[in-house]
């Protein structure tokens, strides 16, 4: 059995109304999409489904914890993802499947393969640049971290404001 096939829903049998189903999210899957950027995650999805008849609304809850390693000190540590996200499917003459909330079915299609939706919100809720939160605290210790130090690096080097816009500032 393919382990994508848990991802795949059936839904011409279902009574019109409210569908519940929970999936585990693993390294399996965001590895089969060629993410490599996390060490191994546990993340579990909670998805509501409503059949309507020209129609399917699904909405998908995520929590769960990835271990990623810092962009600035290359430590592991668990990030804690939780996601939300809502799709609405149609049903056209073919399959459009451009837009992010918006997913166009072929007619006649009677199931939907979530995987891609899933791997998806999962990578679009983590941060744009991962950093240990022992760096922001300041609690982290490492050799990487030492060095970086030496080399200039404070704990919070991070601006609050862009110095560019701070001469603007004095106008006022």
């Given at each position: 059995?393919?382990?994508?096939?848990?991802?795949?829903?059936?839904?011409?049998?279902?009574?019109?109304?409210?569908?519940?189903?929970?999936?585990?999210?693993?390294?399996?899957?965001?590895?089969?999409?060629?993410?490599?950027?996390?060490?191994?995650?546990?993340?579990?999805?909670?998805?509501?489904?409503?059949?309507?008849?020209?129609?399917?609304?699904?909405?998908?809850?995520?929590?769960?914890?990835i271990n990623l390693n810092c962009f600035v000190s290359n430590e592991p540590f668990?990030?804690?993802?939780?996601?939300?996200?809502?799709?609405?499917?149609?049903?056209g003459n073919e399959l459009n499947n451009d837009n992010h909330e918006l997913l166009?079915?072929?007619?006649?299609?009677?199931?939907?393969?979530?995987?891609?939706?899933?791997?998806?919100?999962?990578?679009?809720?983590?941060?744009?640049?991962?950093?240990?939160?022992?760096?922001?605290?300041?609690?982290?210790?490492?050799?990487?971290?030492?060095?970086?130090?030496?080399?200039g690096l404070k704990n919070n080097n991070i601006s609050k404001t862009d110095p560019?816009?701070?001469?603007?500032?004095?106008?006022?």
């Open positions: 059995m393919h382990f994508l096939k848990q991802y795949v829903i059936n839904f011409t049998g279902l009574k019109d109304g409210l569908h519940n189903y929970e999936f585990s999210v693993a390294d399996k899957l965001l590895r089969h999409y060629n993410f490599d950027d996390f060490n191994n995650c546990r993340i579990d999805v909670k998805m509501n489904l409503v059949k309507k008849p020209n129609l399917l609304e699904l909405s998908f809850f995520s929590k769960g914890v668990d990030y804690s993802q939780n996601s939300q996200m809502d799709l609405v499917v149609k049903f166009i079915l072929p007619k006649g299609s009677y199931q939907i393969d979530i995987s891609q939706q899933l791997y998806e919100m999962i990578v679009l809720s983590l941060p744009l640049k991962i950093t240990h939160p022992g760096i922001d605290d300041g609690t982290l210790k490492s050799e990487t971290l030492e060095r970086l130090k030496k080399f560019r816009w701070d001469k603007l500032k004095d106008l006022i």
